[in-house]
């Protein structure tokens, strides 16, 4: 019986640059490096409490999903870190040179406030960050 998400991976090509990022980036705690010899890996930790595995998929066959399903066939699209407050963490990462996909965060699911950030600032992974409206 699956009862969790273990983790995400992404592969990076500075870990240390990486590890500085998602710690001082996106204020993740930072647990820890480890040498997986029988992986030829080094691997560093951020763990978070709770999470969800998004499924998406086209409407309609249309959209930036489509575009991406049609060019890899699939695979892991993005993370989302979920903020408490979004326009000042996107007036903190720009002022460190992230570059975002739109000007201004607009009304994604779960009634919340979405924003992503262009892979390129990101080692090649998209990332999102949402706000709930009520919050």
């Known amino acids: 019986m699956i009862v969790g998400l273990d983790h995400i991976a992404i592969a990076v090509p500075d ?4 590890i500085e990022r998602f710690m001082n980036d996106f204020g993740l705690t930072f647990d820890h490096k480890e040498d997986v010899e029988s992986a030829k890996t080094s691997t560093a930790f951020f763990p ?13 066959g249309e959209g ?8 890899k066939g699939g695979g892991m699209h993005h993370l989302c870190f979920r903020s408490d407050n979004i326009e000042e963490d996107i007036a903190r990462l720009k002022t460190k040179g992230y570059e975002f996909l739109s000007e201004a965060p607009y009304l994604g699911a779960h009634n919340c406030m979405v924003i992503f950030i262009h892979p390129k600032s990101c ?11 009520d919050h």
Request: no cysteine; net charge negative; aromatic share 2%.
């Open 15 to 18: 870990l240390d640059k990486a």
């Open 64 to 71: 930036p999903i489509q575009k991406y399903i049609e060019k």
């Open 123 to 133: 080692d090649g992974v998209l990332i999102e960050l949402n706000q709930p409206m």
């Open 48 to 60: 978070l409490e709770t999470t969800s595995i998004e499924l998406v998929h086209p409407l309609n």
